[in-house]
């Protein structure tokens, strides 16, 4: 049996403070480019320090994966984070850079039946150490499935499809 330990500082600092959490948690505020290797995302978040915390950085590149994921199904698959297998977050330097509008570029590494492969990179287009931000990225793995049944499909498809018809459109309102 493993015994309980506190979190380290570093696994404190990954955590999101509840106080700095959206009132919506979709982190991504635009879709702008979508090709069936890749899509291009922007997304705009700061904690109280004006800078993005790790979490937030992971979250979005998990959010924008999944996007695309749902995209290429037609949004008929249900879509979710598997694993983190890499974020490179370099430190105060890299979150610094990330200010402003920040650009979240998927690219799709390797797929199978069930899974998707994603390196992210970040960069911010206010051109503040450039170097630096795109030393940011994140590799994931999602998966997908089917729904449970015909009414969720119908349900979730839906939910989706919005969230991406504003996105596309820049106009993302919180459903």
Same mark, same amino acid.
């Given at each position: 049996m493993s015994e309980f330990?506190?979190?380290? /500082?570093r696994e404190q600092a990954f955590l999101p403070?509840?106080?700095e959490l959206p009132a919506s948690f979709v982190l991504v505020n635009r879709v702008d480019?979508? $090709?069936t290797d890749s899509?291009? /995302?922007f997304t705009?978040? /700061?904690?109280? !320090?004006? $800078?993005m915390a790790d979490w937030q950085i992971v979250e979005a590149c998990a959010q924008t994966a999944c996007l695309h994921q749902r995209f290429l199904r037609d949004f008929g698959d249900q879509v979710f984070l598997l694993c983190v297998d890499e974020a490179c977050i370099p430190g105060a330097a890299a979150l610094a850079a990330l200010v402003g509008e920040v650009e979240i570029a998927a690219r799709l590494t390797g797929q199978s039946a069930r899974a /998707? !492969?994603?390196v992210l990179r970040l960069r911010s287009l206010a051109g503040r150490a450039a170097e630096d931000a795109e030393a940011v990225h994140v590799v994931l793995t999602v998966g997908h499935m089917p729904y449970a049944g015909p009414e969720q499909a119908?349900?979730?498809?839906r939910h989706y499809r919005r969230i991406w018809?504003?996105?596309a459109h820049a106009q993302y309102v919180p459903c």
């Open positions: 330990r506190h979190a380290s /500082a403070n509840p106080g480019r979508v $090709q899509l291009v /995302a705009r978040l /700061a904690g109280q !320090s004006g $800078q /998707a !492969s994603y119908d349900r979730l498809g018809q504003c996105l």
